[in-house]
């Protein structure tokens, strides 16, 4: 299994950049070892409650590259 990277990514509405995060990129070759559940399709997105309902995930699969974004839902403290 190779090493796992991580990037910035950018959240954007019009045009505008309203947020970012930390993304975890794992190859898609590695997510197939690893993944617990479903994958999205290829270049498609999912998204999932974690944690008893304390964080939102953000997987996305682009061009055999998954991206994982975990967020804490607003007014939850980690």
């Known amino acids: 299994m190779s090493l796992h990277a991580e990037q910035w990514v950018e959240f954007l509405s ?11 990129v794992i190859s898609d ?17 999912r998204t999932d ?6 964080y939102l995930r953000v997987w996305i699969s682009r ?5 994982l974004i975990n967020m804490p839902l607003a007014g939850r403290r980690p």
């Open 29 to 45: 070759r590695d997510m197939r070892a690893i993944a617990e559940s479903p994958r999205p399709a290829s270049n498609s997105s």
């Open 63 to 67: 061009n055999g590259t998954h991206y």
């Open 14 to 24: 019009q045009g505008v950049v309203v947020g970012r995060e930390v993304a975890t």
């Open 49 to 54: 409650l974690l944690k008893g309902g304390d």
